[in-house]
């Protein structure tokens, strides 16, 4: 069983910080996603990360997929309100497999 | 169009009732999914079905069937449901198997079911 550990779960700072959010695992990831959820609503999925050692930016948001494809991070630069929610990390195995989410981490921008 | 619907946005349901989920997608994907998701926590995967044949279970009751009746349209039913079955129920669509595409997940905006 593949799983994910993800870090912190919650995280409460004020707008204009930075903050990192980690996600870790034993297993090999064909791929890994990270997706954004609002509360009653389903997950939206910010980025896909497939090559070890990539490195993607959305934004204020920079995804890195760690070389040996088991850990990612998240890294959001002057947090802003409106970056508040649920981030959850997902990896997956090849073809049409279920995705294996971590715990998620309850994010609050304070204003 | 790139989006997952899913119907009802909620339901309430009595333990002896029979109801479905239902859940569209026009992109293409030829996989899709039913997971379930609990307040405060991530979503469980429930089944997958890959080419309109159900390819995992999660060891799920039987009183919830998936059916699958053509390639856009994912159907969940629901019999004799329990109280604590209450969660969001997602669906998901990807186009994971065809051409060695990654495994990307498109989720619905799920279903809020309440068992009395």
New interface residues.
């Given amino acids: 069983t593949q799983l994910l550990e993800q870090s912190p779960q919650f995280l409460s700072i004020q707008e204009g910080e930075n903050l990192t959010v980690y996600c870790n695992s034993s297993s090999v990831f064909s791929s890994l996603q990270w997706y954004r959820q609002e509360p009653g609503e389903g997950p939206v999925l910010l980025v896909t990360v497939v090559t070890g050692g990539e490195v993607k930016k959305l934004k204020r948001l920079t995804f890195q997929f760690g070389d040996a494809r088991k850990d990612s991070s998240l890294h959001i630069t002057a947090a802003q309100p409106g970056d508040t929610g649920l981030y959850l990390c997902a990896g997956v195995g090849g073809g049409a497999d279920g995705l294996t989410f971590g715990k998620g981490t309850h994010l609050i921008i304070q204003p | 169009d790139t989006e997952?619907t899913?119907t009802p946005k909620h339901l309430v349901m009595g333990m002896t009732n029979k109801k479905s989920l239902k859940c569209e997608q026009h992109m293409g994907h030829?996989?899709m999914?039913w997971?379930k998701q609990k307040a405060?926590?991530?979503?469980?995967?429930m089944f997958?079905y890959?080419y309109e044949k159900l390819?995992?279970n999660?060891s799920v009751p039987s009183r919830f069937s998936p059916e699958c009746p053509n390639s856009s349209l994912l159907n969940l039913h629901l019999h004799a449901l329990q109280p604590e079955d209450s969660a969001?129920y997602?669906c998901?669509s990807?186009l994971?198997?065809t051409s060695g595409a990654?495994?990307?997940?498109?989720?619905?905006?799920?279903t809020?079911l309440t068992v009395l």
């Avoid at chain 2, 405060?40 to 995967?45: D, I, S, T, V």
């Avoid at chain 2, 990654?102 to 799920?110: D, T």
Wanted: no cysteine; proline share 12%.
């Fill in positions: 997952v899913q030829r996989a999914y997971y405060k926590k991530p979503p469980e995967l997958v890959s390819s995992i999660e969001l997602l998901a990807s994971a198997g990654p495994n990307e997940q498109f989720f619905g905006p799920g809020r």
